[in-house]
C-alpha cells in the first residue's frame, strides 16, 4: 500500500522558514519524480516544486529563490525548504508521486499518488 506522510508543518511568523519532509513507502522511490503542492483556503491547487529520479527541479515562478525542493533516495524522503516566508503562503502542502520518473511538469492530475498534507500558516 502507497503511504505519502508529510510533516514539518506548523505556524511562524512572515520572514521565518520551516521544512516540509515527505516520507514514502508502498512505491519504488527512486524512480518516481516526486513534488510539492499547496491549496489555499477558497483556491485551486497550486504546484509549488518537483524534482525528477536525476535530481532536476522546476519551481513555480513566483517561488524561486525562496523554496527549494531535494530528495533523499536511500531514505525514501522527499524535502522543501522554504524561507522568507509570506502570508500568502499560507496553505495546506501536500507531496506528490509521479511514476513516471522524468516528469517535471507542475500539473496536479499528471500525479498518480498523495499525501494527506501537512498545514503551514504564515502570520504577519
Known amino acids: 500500500e502507497v503511504h505519502l506522510v508529510e510533516s514539518g508543518g506548523g505556524s511562524v511568523q512572515a520572514g521565518g522558514s520551516l521544512r516540509l519532509s515527505c516520507q514514502a513507502s508502498g512505491f519504488t522511490f527512486a524512480d518516481s519524480a516526486m513534488g510539492w503542492y499547496r491549496q489555499a483556503p477558497g483556491k485551486s491547487c497550486e504546484g509549488v516544486a518537483a524534482i525528477d529520479i536525476f535530481g532536476s527541479t522546476n519551481y513555480a515562478g513566483s517561488l524561486k529563490g525562496r523554496f527549494t525542493i531535494s530528495r533523499d533516495d536511500p531514505k525514501n524522503t522527499l524535502y522543501l525548504q522554504m524561507n522568507s516566508l509570506k502570508p500568502d503562503d499560507t496553505a495546506i502542502y501536500y507531496c506528490?508521486?509521479?511514476?513516471?520518473?522524468?516528469?517535471?511538469?507542475?500539473?496536479?492530475?499528471?500525479?498518480?499518488?498523495w499525501g494527506q498534507g501537512t498545514q503551514v500558516t504564515v502570520s504577519s
Open positions: 506528490a508521486a509521479d511514476r513516471r520518473g522524468y516528469d517535471l511538469a507542475l500539473t496536479p492530475n499528471e500525479y498518480n499518488y
